[in-house]
Every structure is written in C-alpha cells, then in structure tokens.
C-alpha cells in the first residue's frame, strides 16, 4: 500500500476504560488478536469491526504482548501470575507455568526454530517455550536490566531491548548472547522489531527511534518532542517504521529517506501501546483507554 499524504485515523471502541487494550498483533486468521491487560482478557477483532472476547482463568493475570505462533495459534504473556499463555483461532485456551518464581514475561516473539521466546522482566532471563510445554531459561549477564520487547531478527537470532541497561541485546537459538550499549545514556529502550534487514526500536525516555544493524552498529533519530516517550514500533517495509507515543498521544511514521510524521490522536490522553501492521496495510494500535485506532497510510 502507498502512503497518502494525508493519512486517515479512526478510533473504535473495544471496551471500557478500565479494561485496558494493550498489546495487538496480527493473526494467522485475518484478524487482530488484543490482550486486556487489566481486564484478563484476549480480543479479536476482525478488520470490519466485529469483536470477540475470551475471558481467560483468572482475571487479574494480566496479558500483556500478544503474538502469532508457528502452531496457527497466539501466544502471550501473562504478567501478573507468570504465565505463558495460547490461544487459538476458536478461543480454545491454555496456559504454561514458567519455572522461575516472580519472573514477569512480557515481550514474546515466534523464534526461527519453531519455539516462542520471551523475555522475563523481573529476573534477567530469556526464555524458550516450545509449542508442546518445554521451557528453557537462559540468564543474562547482567543484573536489574529489565528485560522488555523481544523480536525475531534478520540473522536467525533474536533481539531484545533492556530497558535498564541501556542496550540492545542478541540471542542464538542455541543460547549464545551479547549485549550491545546504546551510544547515549539513559535512552530506556522498549519496543524492538525488524524490518528483514535491520532492527529497529524506540527509546522510550529520550524521544528517539534507533536503528541496530546485526553488526551492532546504531544511528538514532530524535523525534521533535523528546517527551513524547515512544512504546512500541512496527515496519511495513525496509526502513518504513510506525510507533506509538504514549507521552504525546499520537502515532509516528518514519520513513526510510528519514521523513517524520506525527498523526494526532482523535481522543486525549488516549495511552497508545501496541501497534501492528494488518493484512490490508493498515496500522492498528492498542489504545489502553479502552480503544483501537486504525491508520489508513
């Protein structure tokens, strides 16, 4: 799809205030799957509007970042009791126990090997989940970084920010990490994902977006309001880049000659998170206030 120059933006609820819409993903059915962080629910939302819920087995687990699985089902993480949990097309429900008390995944991603991995915000680890219930834990080699966002990356490894220690870490599917210190201080990185050729992720605490080669080379851009605390980012294509700023109440756009654009929210203070490129090429993100907004590029 090709950008128009003057983007469209709708909002639609999917819920009230207190249920707290927050992360979205595109599923392997054609519709938009959505965690209700404080309401312990999952959503699915087909693009012309229709909305499912599934309530899951305990209400304050809160599920966080949602993602297609390799199975055909989704996959998210359950903050709150420290869980893994799956969900498929039907709303047919289950959850995984993680072995390490108190752990608090957050970000998950489908791996190039077949499993899920995720990342434990509360205990410095990354976790491996196959589709059949095993668990891997590797440990990070660091203590208090807060582990956030997790992506598949261009190399067959998977990419994490670390929100705390100000760098981007690198993960093999055998296990093999390295950390790589972002070039300015206290940028608190959050969401990460590729666009098949480099990574790219937000810097939540210093206005910027980052861009991370496989090499571990970084060129950052700022955003003209360095309090506009961007959270989560997603490509369409190389260098084509949309995220949320959750300080500002808008969605960006950055675009691969560098080109910056600032969509306005329709409702204030609408707490923009989750963000996700849809079959059809539009842009929905999660807004916590208890809506979805769609933009048509």
């Known amino acids: 799809m090709s950008h128009s120059d003057t983007p469209v933006v709708r909002e639609f609820a999917v819920a009230d205030r207190e249920a707290g819409p927050y992360g979205i993903t595109a599923g392997p ?11 312990g629910r999952i959503g ?54 993680l072995p390490t008390p108190g752990c608090g995944p957050y970000g998950i991603t489908a791996g190039p090997d077949g ?6 915000m509360n205990t410095d680890r990354i976790g491996r989940l196959t589709t059949d219930g095993e668990i891997t834990e590797f440990a990070l080699p660091v203590t208090g970084a807060f582990p956030s966002a997790i992506t598949a990356g261009p190399d067959g490894a998977l990419w994490f920010t670390l929100n705390q220690a100000n760098a981007i870490g690198r993960i093999t599917v055998a296990g093999a990490i390295r950390l790589y210190p972002l070039p300015a201080p206290d940028a608190a990185p959050v969401g990460i994902t590729s666009d098949g050729t480099d990574l790219w992720f937000v810097e939540i605490a210093a206005g ?13 851009f700022p955003l003209p309001d360095r309090t506009a605390r961007p959270h989560a980012i ?21 675009s691969p ?7 306005p929210l ?17 842009l929905w993100a999660a807004l916590e206030t ?5 933009v048509t590029p």
């Open 208 to 220: 910027r977006i980052g861009r991370a080669a496989t090499d571990g080379r970084f060129e950052e």
């Open 234 to 254: 997603t490509t369409t294509s190389p260098g084509d880049c949309w995220f949320t700023q959750w300080g500002t109440n808008r969605i960006g756009h950055l």
């Open 290 to 294: 208890g809506a979805v907004a769609r």
């Open 257 to 263: 000659t560098g080109q910056l654009r600032e969509l």
């Open 115 to 120: 499993a899920l991995w995720f990342t434990q």
């Open 266 to 282: 329709p409702s204030p203070d609408s707490e923009p998170h989750g963000i996700t490129t849809a079959p059809d090429g539009t």
């Open 29 to 39: 059915d054609g519709a938009l799957w959505l965690t209700f962080v404080h309401g």
């Open 44 to 97: 699915r939302l087909t693009l012309d509007g229709e909305l499912t819920q599934y309530a899951l087995d305990s209400p304050s687990c809160r599920p966080t970042v949602i993602t297609p699985g390799p199975d055909g089902a989704l996959w998210f993480t359950r903050l709150a009791d420290h869980r893994i949990g799956r969900v498929t097309v039907d709303g047919e429900m289950e959850s995984f126990p």
